[in-house]
């Protein structure tokens, strides 16, 4: 199975465009969590953009579960770029679904100096419960969903490894919906 990040951008009038295909979306992603083809992800705090996690037999299938889905089919959602995990650290558990904003995450990308090092490292901290999941692409460029809404602690957490290039650390919040 193939692990995709799904970096999505919402229309500029997301607010007037999500309420009527809100629910059906919810369903909709809540039921592919489920099936086991989401693994996790939800939207920026401003609602700008979200990152969705899935998983897929094969690349068509990832297109196919963004472009099916009501925040696309209703233009909620614009555009979307796809990221292909060349290794994936799997989360332990699926934690409950959350709407109201209220679990905040951050999202961690950076370059590994030593990606098989980092790889223990990454399943460290999932073990200290620090880590949801996260992984690598091709040429050791890593992202990690860390537990803490502090983007400053998140990014301490893989950079005082020593195992990343810390200039390249970058953190941005994340609502964690599922």
Same mark, same amino acid.
């Given at each position: ?9 919402? &229309? ?6 999500? &309420? ?58 614009? $555009?979307?770029?796809?990221? $292909? ?13 959350? $709407? ?39 040429g050791g460029? $890593? ?34 919906a599922l």
């Amino acid at each position: 199975m193939l692990v995709y990040h799904a970096a999505i951008t919402a &229309a500029a009038d997301y607010l007037e465009r999500r &309420a009527p295909h809100r629910q059906a979306h919810f369903e909709r992603i809540v039921g592919l969590r489920a099936q086991g083809f989401v693994i996790g992800g939800g939207p920026a705090p401003d609602g700008l953009t979200a990152d969705v996690f899935y998983r897929v037999a094969q690349a068509s299938d990832v297109v196919q579960l963004i472009e099916d889905d009501p925040y696309y089919l209703g233009k909620v959602w614009s $555009t979307y770029t796809l990221r $292909t995990f060349s290794q994936f650290i799997e989360p332990w558990e699926l934690p409950p679904v959350v $709407t109201d904003g209220s679990r905040r995450a951050t999202l961690v990308e950076g370059v590994a100096l030593e990606p098989d090092m980092a790889t223990f490292a990454l399943i460290e901290l999932r073990g200290a419960g620090r880590l949801a999941f996260g992984g690598f692409f091709e040429g050791g460029a $890593t992202l990690g969903l860390l537990k803490t809404a502090d983007p400053a602690e998140a990014s301490g957490w893989l950079a005082d490894t020593g195992f990343w290039k810390s200039e390249t650390l970058t953190a941005r919040a994340l609502l964690y919906a599922l």
